[in-house]
Structure formats: structure tokens, C-alpha cells
């Protein structure tokens, strides 16, 4: 108990005391609940309007009490301090989930400006109600299915935290219910389209003005092409990228490029398609801090600057607005198959729908390469079934014995339309 003033007030036989604490203006209640003393402010500043809330408060106790409710609440932002803080250390030790990650971003920018204040007893389904309507108009859309069961979980997390710490019951968990649209076909670029892209931007370079508009046009070039060749995040991975996260090395005579990236999802290793090193030495000739070194030796300092710069050494934030020019004057600013308008994204999605109609790559390594979950994979890309098993939907592959037919595997089929498949060759222009 605070050391209360001599101003202290006494109600319904001492049941109740109102005081001030010092350097506060408003009056303060307390009372005791299952032996434990509760200490609220009544938020009045006249004694006689503070006696009379600290009567409401007392009241509005017993009534928890009686109802099987924590008598000690917590606001939600309190206790979402708690989960947050939680999170990050285990984070930072390099045993968190990297779901964590999505859902401190969450928490702080949707759930503790909307809930902050509020006691997390008081979150029932009306609240929640209005809750999503401010998230839809904060977002502008209707959230996906998929990021509402990241706000559910991230909510989850400070039910069971408040729980767990005693602030409510688990029978007062409100349910949380998932009416999300339901994820859409990415917009990515065919084979053909791709094709005109990167034989249309040495035209397009040479037709900027001279200065930092043709800058920004050579580094695009080098960056969309980077991002096809190795389905790096463009933003958090690709703006992260530094000289120190890329290696050579050599296996059974043939050099390897890997680089190791940083995302929403955590650190990754990946393996880069062969044409990345020549796209990562015309960014290096464009750098004169660099330019005079040989690439091997760039690679061997693990010189710690970004990858991704202009020629004055600033890392450009506007590269969205230079690719939508491209876009633009080529004409393949929207996708025809999905409707919606292209993005650097949508380099991300080509290079997965190329790998698996192409490459033969199995979606487990997919998912490894891109940082993503295999869920997630089959999710977004099923749509490219019936290109990888057209032998199948045309009879073709009929004419295989049963037995062949039995013991051909998943890999060996996806292998063998790779064969079949016309190639497409990323590493152009």
C-alpha cells in the first residue's frame, strides 16, 4: 500500500479509501477483493465527485467477483508490452519463431493503437467488430484470409499472456473468427513477356535523361534482374543486401554465387542462378569506391556497404517509381491473367513460377530458396498444376507400362517436363 495522505477519506464503514497521491490531482479508490487490495483512479479531482465513482468502482468489483472475473485487470497494451518484449528477447537469441516478427509489427501497429486502453476483459465480439472496421479503412482493403490468422494469432498471444498472469479467465477469451477474402493469383510475367522486358531495357536506358534519371534506370535494370534470379524479397531482403553477404565459392569445378539475406522472415542462405554474377559486376563497375577492385576481391574484403547504389554511393529509395515508368512504356504495366497492376513483386513471382515450370524444382526446395513455407507455395502457385502434369491431362502419359507409370516419382515426373518445357533464359540484357 502507498502511504497515504492525511487528506485520506473513508467510505461505507472503511470498506472503501480515497486519497491523493502525491503530485496528482485526481483522487485516488482503494479496497480490498480476495484479500488483495485493488488501487484505481477514480479520475475526479472534486471529493465529492471522486467518493461517489469510488462507490461505482467498488461495486463494479464485486460484481467481477461474483462473476468469476479477475478482480485485477490489466490494460491491453500493458500486456501486450509483456508479449512483445518476450518475443524480441527470444528473437534476438535466435530461438524465436519467425512468425514473432510478424507479430510485433502487428501488435504495434494495428492492436495496441486500437486496444491499447482498454482492460483485456472488456474485448468482447462488439468490440472486435469495430475493431476490424478500423483496420479495413486504416488498410484501405479488406484484409486477406492469411493476415487476419496473423492479427488472430498476434491477438491470441495477449489473451494467453493475460491469462497466464492472471489479468483474466480463459473462459472469457473472446473467439476470434476469420472472414478474410480469400488470397488471389500474383501477377508475375510469362515467359514471352519477360523476353520483351529485358530486350526492351538497353533501349530504355539510353532514353533517360542524362544524370541521375539514366542512374536510376541502370541500377534497375541490374536490380529487376537480380530479383528474377534469385526470388529475393524486393524491399526488406534486397534494400539489407551488402557486399559482405555474397560468396564464391567452387565444387566439382563449377563456382557457385550465394548470398545471405535478411527479411520479415529471418536470415537465409541462397543459391543465385548463374547470370547473378555479371549483374552484380555491372553494379560494381557503376561504384567508383569499388569499381577498381577485381570481383573476387570485392567478395573476399566483405566490404560492408549496400549493393544496390548509385553511382554517388546513395541507396535510392525511388526505384518503385522508375519501374513503373518501365512498366509504363513497355506497356506491361497489368497483369492480363490477374488484372491487377505489376510491382517489383512480381519479379519474386516469375522467378517461383519459372523454377517450378522450368526448372524442375520440387516445392520444398522452392520454399527453402524464397523463405516461405511450403503452405504458402502450394497456396499461391497451384494454379501451375496443369502445366506440370500436361503429359497427364493429355495422355501422354498413358503410354508409359503400369509399372513404369507406378514408379515414376514426383521429382522424376517434374523432371522430365523440364526436358519437354520451352526454356527461358533469365539471364539477358
Known amino acids: 500500500m502507498p502511504k497515504l495522505s492525511s487528506e485520506t477519506v473513508t467510505l461505507l464503514d472503511g470498506d472503501i479509501r480515497v486519497f491523493k497521491r502525491a503530485r496528482s490531482r485526481a483522487w485516488q ?43 485485477i485487470s490489466k490494460r491491453f497494451a500493458d500486456v501486450a508490452a509483456y508479449c512483445v518484449a518476450d518475443m524480441q528477447k527470444q528473437l534476438d537469441a535466435g530461438l524465436g519463431k519467425k512468425s514473432y516478427r510478424d507479430y510485433i509489427i502487428v501488435l504495434n501497429r494495428y492492436l495496441i493503437p486500437y486496444f491499447g486502453d482498454k482492460f483485456v476483459t472488456s474485448i468482447d465480439y462488439e468490440l472486435l467488430q469495430r475493431f476490424a472496421k478500423w483496420r479495413a479503412d ?115 569445378g563449377d563456382v557457385f554465387l550465394e548470398m545471405s539475406v535478411r527479411g520479415k522472415t529471418g536470415r537465409r542462405d541462397i543459391i543465385c542462378r548463374s547470370g547473378t554474377v555479371n549483374y552484380l559486376k555491372r553494379i560494381q563497375g557503376w561504384c567508383p569506391d569499388v569499381a577498381d577492385m577485381s570481383f573476387e576481391d570485392l567478395i573476399k574484403a566483405k566490404i560492408d556497404l549496400p549493393v544496390f547504389r548509385l553511382p554517388d554511393g546513395t541507396a535510392s529509395q525511388n526505384l518503385r517509381q522508375t519501374f513503373k515508368r518501365l512498366m509504363i512504356d513497355t506497356g506491361l504495366l497489368t497483369c492480363a491473367r490477374t488484372g491487377q497492376n505489376r510491382t517489383l513483386y512480381s519479379f519474386r513471382h516469375t522467378y517461383a513460377t519459372f523454377a517450378l515450370l522450368n526448372d524442375g524444382m520440387d516445392i520444398h526446395t522452392l520454399a527453402i530458396q524464397m523463405g516461405t513455407s511450403i503452405a504458402m507455395i502450394e497456396r499461391h502457385y497451384s494454379h501451375l498444376t496443369p502445366r506440370l502434369r500436361k503429359e497427364m491431362l493429355t495422355g501422354k502419359r498413358y503410354e508409359l507400362s503400369k509399372e513404369e507409370y507406378q514408379e515414376l516419382t514426383e521429382t522424376q515426373y517434374i523432371s522430365e517436363t523440364k526436358q519437354t518445357s520451352p526454356s527461358v533464359d533469365l539471364n539477358t540484357s
Open 29 to 71: 479508490a482503494t479496497f480490498k477483493m480476495d484479500g488483495t487490495w485493488v488501487r484505481v483512479s477514480t479520475k475526479r479531482k472534486q471529493l465529492s465527485e471522486a467518493k461517489e465513482a469510488a462507490r461505482e468502482l467498488y461495486i463494479e468489483y464485486k460484481i467481477r467477483q461474483k462473476n468469476g472475473l479477475p478482480v
Open 138 to 252: 486504416k488498410m484501405g482493403r479488406e484484409p486477406m484470409a492469411s493476415t487476419l490468422n496473423t492479427h488472430n494469432s498476434a491477438l491470441n498471444r495477449v489473451f494467453d499472456e493475460a491469462v497466464v498472469r492472471g489479468y483474466m479467465n480463459r473462459s472469457h477469451v473472446p473467439v476470434l473468427i476469420n472472414k478474410g477474402r480469400d488470397s488471389t493469383r500474383r501477377p508475375d510475367f510469362s515467359a514471352d513477356e519477360y523476353r520483351i522486358l529485358i530486350r526492351t531495357l538497353p533501349s530504355w536506358i539510353d532514353k533517360g535523361r542524362e544524370g541521375k534519371s539514366r542512374d536510376m534506370r541502370h541500377l534497375l535494370r541490374d536490380y529487376v534482374l537480380i530479383l528474377a534470379n534469385t526470388g529475393i524479397r524486393h524491399g526488406t531482403e534486397a534494400d539489407n543486401l551488402r557486399w559482405k553477404h555474397i560468396t564464391l565459392f567452387e565444387e566439382k
